[in-house]
T-cell receptor, first 111, second 115 residues
Framework: QQQVKQSPQSLIVQKGGISIINCAYENTAFDYFPWYQQFPGKGPALLIAIRPDVSEKKEGRFTISFNKSAKQFSLHIMDSQPGDSATYFCAATDSWGKLQFGAGTQVVVTP | GAGVSQSPRYKVAKRGQDVALRCDPISGHVSLFWYQQALGQGPEFLTYFQNEAQLDKSGLPSDRFFAERPEGSVSTLKIQRTQQEDSAVYLC?????????????FGSGTRLTVV
């Protein structure tokens, strides 16, 4: 049973455009919501993370929006660049760190 | 080293063969996790160590899977009598303290192909 549901499965965006990836969860014990970026042949790398007491967090071109009541969160990639082409995973965890990952979104940024 | 090191990077095993996958975490990191990532899927939790203690092994798919971290540093994931459904990338991650918010660093993984 997948505890974190992620959509879309893939998306194509033009350079300079906005990529939006959505995730939903059920377990209210989750208290940390990271996003990971993964390139082929590499392990996931932490991109940005948020706690449920914050509704939005921005780091450079990456923004997480968090809706605690709806149990949903999303990643916005502004001014998308070809180097952002990768697979993005949302995740959720409780206090001791076991990560529940979404199924992933393959993002392709066209020149 | 500066990162989490996994070896081998690639492993091809004949069905029924035993394999051992190694993880060298970042020096001093107390928490160590193993995940399994099937093609086109997100990583799925296998097991967790805090130092040498295996605190959670609820994600191990069967009793053919065994993990150890005897001295609280290097960890080995062993799969006995490999099956085709074991084909996946096996990822190791470590963190300085308990909890993902203290910084989880993943290795590049071992890609296991069972033929």
């Amino acid at each position: 049973q997948q505890q974190v549901k992620q959509s879309p499965q893939s998306l194509i965006v033009q350079k300079g455009g906005i990529s939006i990836i959505n995730c939903a969860y059920e377990n209210t014990a989750f208290d940390y919501f990271p996003w990971y970026q993964q390139f082929p042949g590499k392990g996931p790398a932490l991109l940005i993370a948020i706690r449920p007491d914050v509704s939005e967090k921005k780091e450079g071109r990456f923004t997480i929006s968090f809706n605690k009541s709806a149990k949903q969160f999303s990643l916005h990639i502004m001014d998308s660049q070809p180097g952002d082409s990768a697979t993005y995973f949302c995740a959720a965890t409780d206090s001791w760190g076991k990560l529940q990952f979404g199924a992933g979104t393959q993002v392709v940024v066209t020149p | 080293g500066a990162g989490v090191s996994q070896s081998p990077r690639y492993k091809v095993a004949k069905r029924g063969q035993d394999v051992a996958l190694r993880c060298d975490p970042i020096s001093g990191h107390v928490s160590l996790f193993w995940y399994q990532q099937a093609l086109g899927q997100g990583p799925e939790f296998l097991t967790y160590f805090q130092n040498e203690a295996q605190l959670d092994k609820s994600g191990l798919p069967s009793d053919r899977f065994f993990a150890e971290r005897p001295e609280g540093s290097v960890s080995t994931l062993k799969i006995q009598r490999t099956q085709q459904e074991d084909s996946a990338v096996y990822l190791c991650a470590s963190s300085a303290r308990q909890g993902a918010n203290y910084g989880y660093t993943f290795g590049s993984g071992t890609r296991l192909t069972v033929v």
